[in-house]
């Protein structure tokens, strides 16, 4: 049965040149209960952004979903199966498994209740499968995340436990929805309470890396990609040696630099955390500013750029605090590596607050924001609309074809002159946008640029792409380019191949290696073979002039440059490919 519901808003609050107007009426708010999970999705790719809400008492409950109509309103859907489970559903996870172009959904649970696994048919109704590994019988889920470790194209999936035997599980795609589970290695056998996951890869070998997030004062845990189907753990870092009950992780780039930092929320009585992201493998934590020195209730958290001026800001939950109610975080970036904290309408918002997550919904470029919460196990959900203003702003979605279709596990960097300054922003495609939260919506604030410089999708399995022509203040969709050849020919001499680097990471030489193919002329005109660093800047070039057909190796020497990502790209008359590099010294 559909119900059509209005949202009507209340009066909005000034927020250091950011307002947001809390929506009072409407099935979204008035619906409630004991709500963990916070998924913004386009489930029936109609271009506007859907809300999937779940609900995880001891006794189970059924999760909510809401249709977004397109003009403000949105339809609560009661007959589907995904809102019919009946279950204590914690997190969530949307991604396309089958590649057929429609996200399908895995729900964990806790109390020994089997987590639930749904394909999305395309008609927007929902099959449950049963019966399979990934179902998980007798588990006590946190969370989960799709991430394609194995760059086969198909997204895998990792679970998050803290209860029962507090094993994690890591279950592979085998095509047709058939996933096997690994039984072996330390990322699935460790005993911990662990509470969230990301995939991240964190040394820029081209491997997603799984990093954990542990309560009961247990390190939080890594575990490096090996790129043969196991991975090994990582103890000899600060990012998984704090020891706090942590609940919450993010890997932004809040500081524009091009690589990902990483933010987590703390209970217990401890401070939230941010570690800076130094480009050479290490991190540096901040110990200043209120951003990492308040917490022990926090929760959920996720980031965006609420005010649209090219600066990622931070939304905390708050909940579980002694019996009492407490309002939640947010704080505003100041574009100097330096937070404002806001006190408004979206903080002081009482009861207990789970997961959170941003969404575009109304699609007038500006986040607004949902928030699940929980107090009594019977109280309201919360939605706030932002109020928007004049800076510009990109929204990005990306549609896989060598990678996994969802394009989770990608990264998306885009430049534009904001202020009179050239520089780069960074998104990854996530699973998980902390913990119970997601949105596979890429949003970049353009403040007053007039135009975007141009786009680089380093896309899941490998390919780079890069493009000039993206609108400001657009809804874009990027599909994935993989050129392989020239020509009409699919004959192996015919075929032009730019190849990953290796070793990679590397210090202080790696080898490129490419092929240039045969079409009929005995040599290509402007053939170069340059590197960039992480902001699109010439660092070298290692070939420019003419060669004949034929497989060449190069060898690039980065003694005089630092530690980072780095890209080379291949141009000819007819051809352009690039590759990322990391250089670890």
């Known amino acids: 049965m559909f119900c059509r519901v209005i949202l009507f808003l209340s009066i909005a609050l000034i927020i250091n040149s950011q307002s947001f107007t809390r929506v009072e009426v409407g099935a979204p708010v008035e619906d409630g209960g004991d709500s963990r999970a916070v998924n913004w999705v386009d489930y029936d790719n109609d271009g506007d952004l859907d809300l999937f809400i779940t609900n995880g008492p001891s ?15 949105f339809t609560k859907v009661t007959d589907i199966a995904i809102v019919n489970d009946n279950s204590p559903s914690d997190g969530s996870t949307w991604g396309d498994i089958n590649n057929d172009g429609f996200f399908d959904l895995y729900v964990v649970n806790w109390y020994g209740v089997a987590n639930r696994f749904y394909i999305n048919n395309g008609d927007r109704t929902f099959d449950e499968v049963t019966g399979k590994a990934i179902n998980a019988s007798n588990s006590y889920s946190e969370t989960a995340s799709w991430g394609d470790f194995d760059n086969d194209g198909l997204l895998d999936l990792y679970v998050a436990n803290s209860g ?55 390190n939080n845990a890594l575990y490096l990609n090996k790129g043969d189907g ?127 997550s941003f969404g575009d919904f109304n699609r007038d470029g500006y986040l607004d924001l949902a928030l699940a919460k929980c107090f009594g196990a019977n109280e309201n959900n919360a939605l706030f609309l932002n109020d ?22 990608s990264v998306i960097r885009v430049k534009a002159n904001i202020n009179g300054n050239d520089f780069w922003q960074a998104r990854r495609v996530e699973g998980q946008n902390g913990y119970c939260g997601q949105n596979l919506e890429a949003h970049f604030g353009l403040g007053d640029a007039a135009s975007i410089d141009s786009v680089i999708v380093e896309w899941s399995g ?119 590099m990391m250089v670890v010294k």
């Open 59 to 73: 006794g189970g409950q059924n999760n909510f979903f809401y249709i977004n109509n397109g003009d403000g309103t």
């Open 164 to 218: 029962g035997n507090r094993r994690n599980m890591l279950f592979q795609n085998d095509d047709d929805i058939q996933f096997t589970r690994i039984t072996t290695g330390s990322h699935v056998t460790d005993g911990n309470y662990t509470r969230d996951v990301d995939w991240i890869d964190i040394n820029g070998d081209g491997l997603l890396d799984i990093y954990v997030v542990n309560e009961s004062s247990q």
């Open 230 to 356: 196991t991975f090994e753990k990582v103890t000899d870092m600060n990012i998984v040696q704090d020891g706090k009950t942590s609940w919450s992780s993010n890997w932004i780039d809040f500081n524009n630099d091009g690589y990902f930092d990483l933010f987590l929320t703390n209970r217990d009585g401890s401070s939230n955390s941010l570690y800076k992201n130094n480009g050479d493998g290490t991190f540096t934590q901040i110990t200043e500013g209120e951003i990492v020195t308040e917490g022990g209730y926090s929760s959920g958290s996720d980031w965006g750029d609420v005010n649209n001026d090219g600066f990622i800001d931070l939304y905390v939950g708050n909940a579980f605090a002694n019996g009492q109610e407490i309002d939640n975080y947010f704080y505003l970036n100041n574009g100097d590596g330096s937070f404002t904290k806001i006190t408004s309408n979206v903080t002081e918002v009482g009861g207990w607050t789970y997961g959170v």
């Open 388 to 409: 928007g203003g004049n800076n510009n702003w990109v929204i990005i979605n990306l549609e896989g074809v060598k990678s996994n279709r969802s394009g989770i596990g």
């Open 462 to 580: 490998g390919e780079v792409q890069i493009l000039t022509d993206v609108e400001i203040n657009s809804v874009t969709l990027i599909e994935e380019e993989v050129t392989t050849s020239v020509g009409q020919s699919d004959n192996l001499e015919q075929a032009f191949e730019l190849y990953q680097n290796y070793p990679n990471p590397f210090n202080p030489s790696t080898n490129i290696k490419f092929t240039i193919p045969n079409v009929g002329n005995d040599r290509f005109s402007s053939l170069r073979l340059v590197v960039y660093d992480v902001l699109g800047r010439e660092i070298e070039t290692l070939v420019n002039g003419t060669k004949m057909p034929g497989t060449y190796e190069i060898t690039f020497d980065a003694s005089r440059v630092a530690s980072g990502i780095y890209y080379y790209q291949l141009t000819t008359d007819n051809f352009v490919q690039t590759k990322k």
